[in-house]
């Protein structure tokens, strides 16, 4: 299994869920699908978990080659796996294309790894959700704590889209729409989000 050293700052990714719903899948289930194709297409569809990470990251390792495009369809899931696979990406030296296709969708956690593209594509007819992350941890905490928790890693969420794209991250926090201190978040289409986006999506394939 693979060894992670996670800073005490970064509890709070741990225990938090970022999957459309709140459903939270235990790391033992089965979670997300990943295969790869011969053009090093890598697809990442349902749930997201540690062991669809880890795959994910061991895919990326054993790939020699120039660029890599992520094929993402999933609800979310586990906020501290989706930031492994977005770090590993920017770290890959890699041309990474990140890709919703119609039909598909990109919610919650999953819309981390899709920032993490050099190109971000997505189906007009894709569907993405921005929301605030909840706190599913296995053990009870105090009201307090689990606010702060969920404090920091709303912090985190905002400044990795911001790295994408500081307008869209600018737009989510916006007054009337405050996508990530709400549950409920916001819902765009592909075509939307590639207008209201600020770059955040680079084309509509």
């Known amino acids: 299994m693979r060894a992670c050293l ?15 719903g709140g459903a939270f899948i235990p790391r033992g289930d089965v979670g997300a699908v990943v295969s790869t194709a011969p053009s090093r297409d890598i697809s990442l569809s349902g749930v997201i978990t540690q062991k669809s990470a880890d795959r994910i990251m061991d895919e990326l390792e054993s790939h020699a080659g120039p660029s890599v495009t992520i094929r993402l369809d999933s609800p979310g899931g586990d906020v501290s796996a989706a930031l492994q696979i977005h770090d590993q990406l920017k770290r890959s030296g890699k041309l990474v294309v990140t890709r ?5 969708r990109c919610m919650s956690s999953c819309t981390l790894i899709f920032a993490a593209g050099d190109q971000r594509l997505a ?20 009201g307090p704590v689990v606010a702060l928790i969920e404090a920091v890693t709303r912090r ?17 926090a ?32």
């Open 123 to 142: 189906g007009s007819r894709s569907r993405f959700r921005f929301h605030a992350p909840l706190y599913v941890g296995w053990l009870p905490l105090p």
């Open 174 to 205: 916006e007054p009337g729409i405050r996508a990530l201190d709400s549950r409920k978040g916001l819902a765009l289409s592909g075509e939307e989000l590639a207008k209201r986006g600020g770059n955040f999506v680079t084309g509509i394939p």
């Open 6 to 20: 996670i800073p005490i700052s970064c509890l709070a990714v741990l225990a938090l869920a970022g999957c459309t």
């Open 100 to 104: 919703v296709d119609d039909e598909a």
């Open 156 to 172: 985190g969420i905002a400044n990795t889209y911001a790295e994408a794209s500081p307008e869209f991250a600018r737009y989510l």
